[in-house]
């Protein structure tokens, strides 16, 4: 069956300019997640929705960043004003509910911000 | 505060070698450790998942350990080949409220030579 997906799977912009991330989990995935992939920084977890709702937003880096998902499937991650450092591999997740013991990924959108 | 250690960052082997990579964790209330595969460009693949409860999980050539006493992980991979060749990521689940995030150390790159 189909799995994660993730588009755009490359996105290159101008710093100061809006990107939109987009996630379409598992079909029946209840529970979504955000991780960051940063050069020298390893993954870093971003934001996770139960639903349509995000108990947990903790590890947005800043305002600039928000995240919204829509009839409990997919996702979009936001970045606003974006600026050098935002540059990363931005990774999305999904798994059966929020105490399955898997998360699978999808292949992740490469930002690179100019 | 949560950190999960990889060594070494990269490891270069000859075909048919057995090797074993590294994972520390510095908090021993986890939730389950689990070992992730990274082909560049590419998504996480999960390789193997340890319960808490568990000593250790074997797939093929490859067998995880845990030792939650001593904060430490490690995959055994036998008779590698090239095609092992990749980044290896261990992460953890802490127990307690935000046992749904994956902790990430930086990762191993492995490269197996023919």
């Known amino acids: 069956g189909a799995g994660v997906s993730q588009s755009p799977s490359n996105k290159v912009t101008e710093k100061g300019k809006d990107v939109e991330l987009r996630c379409d989990p598992i079909?029946?995935?209840?529970?979504l997640y955000w991780y960051r992939q940063s050069l020298g920084q390893g993954l870093e977890f971003l934001i996770y929705?139960?639903?349509?709702?995000?108990?947990?937003k903790s590890g947005l880096p800043s305002d600039r960043f928000s995240a919204e998902r829509t009839g409990g499937s997919v996702s979009t991650l936001t970045i606003q004003r974006t600026q050098q450092e935002d540059s990363a591999v931005y990774l999305c997740a999904s798994s059966l509910n929020r105490g399955s013991e898997t998360q699978y990924f999808g292949p992740g959108t490469r930002l690179l911000v100019l | 505060k949560q950190e999960v250690t990889q060594i070494p960052a990269a490891l270069s082997v000859p075909e048919g070698e057995n090797l074993v990579l590294n994972c520390s964790f510095t908090d021993s209330a986890i939730y389950n450790l689990q070992w992730f595969r990274q082909d560049p460009g590419k998504g996480l693949t999960s390789l193997l998942l340890?319960?808490?409860?568990?000593r250790e999980q074997t797939s093929g050539r490859l067998n995880a350990s845990l030792d939650k006493s001593s904060g430490r992980s490690t995959l055994y991979i036998a008779a590698s080949q090239p095609g092992d060749s990749a980044t290896y990521l261990c992460a953890v689940k802490y127990s307690g409220g935000s046992n749904y995030k994956l902790t990430f150390g930086k990762g191993t790159l492995l490269t197996v030579n023919p």
């Open positions: 929705f139960q639903g349509n709702s995000a108990p947990d």
């Open positions: 079909s029946g995935h209840t529970a």
């Open positions: 340890i319960q808490s409860s568990q």
